[in-house]
């Protein structure tokens, strides 16, 4: 199928308006009352449905072949945004008490916690493989009667139009897996019989339920509806029925082709309600040589996905130390949120309260226009905290980096910068014109010698990162100090991306850490990782800081923070003042705990010393490997690999939290071993 479902079977990102009411009693349909608590009930059951045909598909991943694997990924990203938005919609049906949360209950007790646990994993695929094929068969019934037009909320037509037309593609792909697994017909009647006793009996009971619930059961038409589903020749009982018997046919394939027109038509409506169609192949309109530059890294990303579709799996939402992704809920590896302040409610209150004063843009650079009482409130703040005269923000901390750099020095300047500098200090180090010398990773020897070879009245600027992002390790800042003090002419910017309000007992960061507050002359931060914001800083002195706000270009020429991103990162220094010091402890006290345990393990670790914590494994495959394993145990963790680190260096990175528990570092642990042992014996 992967040749010909390109066209649609993608990665398209769907959401339902959060304006809208979404008033799911009975005013839906026109006239339809069955219909709509059918619909209803649907609703009710598709979050923890979704959510096992993605658990359960991920099981067999390894039977599948590049292509399929690909279809897989994208069936993973759909289903996950079926069970997200479907979970909204459910939030309303509970707020105006049609949520049956008993009958939901036992539901998910006697499915989730005791079938799907009692059942074999193969007859759990072959049960995935029915309910998708009774999925597509209620999609193929809505969409080919048309009856989704009849729907009054527009938000409502739009979820059923997405979901059904994603479903009817759904078929063709798990069935797919279930015969790379086993081709047992009987297997595929155990399937279709658990399908029936579970999914379709559920969604019957639910709407009843619901008609009783809303008293549309009171109705005449409730009835007529029933009749003519039960007993008509293109009814939907009678539908399901049919494609329950050609299900078990022998030569029975299931093919998206022969639903082409109406998942088509289905597609153009959404297009025209608002949803992206599928996207232009833009790649063919390119001209040649366009082409040709893109095609290596095209290839690349091609050739991973299949492999490694955890770069690319959306996240539906964050909750501590755990995330949505597709649908799952996974411990949350991959996080800069060291602090847990992300979703904290004083910096959500004040993001919104600065949406309400000043809308949500800023429409001009700062020193035309755009600058807000709340960017000097903000850049005070950073001064103070860290003992400056004074600080400024830039739109990221890429953009920081930079734009800095390229403003500091120049052509016929040097700047000395560590071989593992992140990569927005090498682009910065390029943009400026200056000699770049770059010196082996945390040597002071090499600097030292290196720094003697240049003139003493040349302009210097050493760079480097206090924690390295992909191995957590910390720069020598006190000999850094003092190589820059014996060195003339000579100015020392330090990155603390990752060690603002982790290092340092008040969590100002590496010069706390080493008990030299004040001694960086170029203090940078990003305001986007403890800090749960956007943007980036520079603390120093006033005059650097004003020749940066009149001369750093990617200061001058872009806009400035908007307010809401402004007022959080405010907020988030006030309470690293406030509450920082116990969740550091808690933080400190984890990575003391993850890291030992990791060694005890015999995990390779590298010097890491603080929250960032890599595995590393020295293969790319084995990277991917690891990380699929660990994603389908319920560990959101990624594989870091070329060119973000050099070849042979890749690694599995694990950011540690001040949310995670020791309970959920052991599991992590213990994921990362049984991987690592099936890992070796698959390589055997
Ligand atoms: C060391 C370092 N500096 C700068 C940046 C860029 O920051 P931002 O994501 O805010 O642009 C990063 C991003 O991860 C980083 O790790």
Redesign the pocket.
């Known amino acids: 199928m992967h040749g010909s479902s390109a066209q649609t079977l993608q990665r398209r990102p769907f959401r339902l308006d959060a304006r809208d009411r979404l008033s799911v009693r009975g005013e839906w349909f026109a006239g339809k009352p069955l219909s709509t608590q059918f619909l209803n009930a649907y609703t009710l059951l598709i979050p923890e449905g979704e959510r096992f045909i993605i658990r359960t598909c991920r099981r067999y991943l390894d039977h599948a072949d590049a292509g399929l694997r690909e279809d897989l990924s994208r069936l993973f990203f759909q289903e996950g945004g079926h069970s997200r938005e479907h979970r909204r919609v459910l939030a309303h049906m509970r707020k105006e008490g049609l949520g049956l949360d008993l009958f939901r209950h036992l539901v998910e007790r006697i499915s989730y916690r005791l079938l799907e646990k009692l059942s074999p994993s193969k007859l759990r695929l072959a049960t995935a493989a029915a309910i998708e094929h009774h999925n597509a068969a209620i999609a193929d019934f809505f969409l080919r009667q048309d009856l989704l037009r009849e729907i009054r909320s527009v938000e409502i037509r739009r979820l059923f139009l997405w979901h059904f037309a994603e479903e009817i593609e759904h078929k063709e792909v798990v069935f797919k897996l279930l015969q790379r697994v086993s081709d047992s017909r009987l297997l595929r009647a155990a399937g279709l019989f658990a399908s029936w006793a579970t999914f379709l009996f559920y969604l019957a009971v639910g709407a009843m339920l619901l008609g009783l619930k809303t008293r549309a059961i009171f109705a005449g038409a409730f009835w007529r509806e029933l009749v003519l589903h039960c007993g008509v020749r293109d009814g939907l009982l009678v539908v399901l029925v049919k494609e329950s018997l050609r299900y078990l046919r022998a030569d029975f394939h299931p093919r998206v082709e022969t639903s082409r027109d109406l998942l088509g038509s289905a597609l153009a409506e959404l297009e025209r309600l608002g949803v992206m169609g599928p996207r232009p192949r833009l790649i063919s309109k390119m001209p040649v040589a366009f082409q040709k530059k893109m095609l290596p890294i095209l290839n690349r990303v091609r050739s991973l996905r299949p492999v490694a579709p955890y770069f690319e799996a959306a996240i539906g939402e964050y909750d501590g130390a755990w995330v949505q992704n597709e649908g799952v809920r996974k411990l949350n590896f991959c996080t800069y949120s060291y602090l847990g302040l992300l979703r904290h409610p004083h910096i959500q209150e004040a993001a919104r309260q600065a949406i309400e004063r000043y809308g949500t843009g800023t429409h001009g650079v700062r020193l035309l226009g755009g600058n807000l009482e709340l960017h000097d409130e903000l850049e005070a703040r950073i001064a103070t905290f860290f003992n400056r005269e004074a600080a400024i923000t830039f739109s990221?901390?890429?953009?920081t980096?930079l734009a800095v750099i390229s403003s500091l020095v120049g052509r016929g300047d040097h700047v000395l910068s560590d071989r593992l500098n992140?990569a927005?200090?090498v682009d910065g180090c390029r943009l400026s014109g200056a000699e770049v010398v770059r010196f082996k990773h945390n040597d002071m020897l090499d600097l030292a010698n290196r720094l003697g070879r240049l003139p003493e009245d040349a302009r210097k600027l050493i760079v480097v990162?206090a924690v390295y992002?992909m191995d957590g390790n910390i720069a020598p800042i006190q000999e850094l100090i003092s190589l820059r003090d014996r060195h003339p002419n000579t100015l020392l910017m330090v990155?603390e991306?990752?060690s603002l309000g982790v290092l340092g007992p008040k969590g100002r960061g590496v010069e706390e850490h080493f008990d030299c507050v004040g001694q960086i002359d170029v203090l940078m931060g990003?305001?986007?990782k403890a800090v749960p914001a956007?943007?980036?800083y520079i603390a120093g002195t006033r005059d650097m800081i004003t020749y940066l706000r009149f001369n750093a270009r990617g200061f001058v020429y872009s806009a400035a923070l908007s307010p809401a991103v402004a007022a959080a990162a405010l907020a988030a220094f006030e309470l690293i003042g406030r509450e920082g010091a116990a969740r550091r402890s808690r933080l400190m006290s984890n990575v003391r705990y993850f890291i030992q345990r990791l060694r005890n393990a015999n995990f390779d670790i590298g010097n890491s010393a603080s929250a960032i914590v890599p595995i590393l494994l020295g293969s790319e495959a084995l990277a991917f490997d690891l990380a699929r394993r660990c994603n389908l145990e319920g560990l959101y963790a990624t594989p870091v690999t070329h060119p973000v680190v050099p070849k042979g260096a890749e690694r599995l990175r694990m950011n540690v939290t001040c949310d995670h528990r020791w309970k959920d570092l052991d599991f992590a642990i213990k994921v990362l071993q049984r991987s690592r042992t099936a890992e070796i014996a698959r390589a055997a």
């Open positions: 990221s901390g890429f953009m980096n992140h927005s200090i990162d992002s990155d991306a990752h990003c305001l986007s956007q943007g980036g």
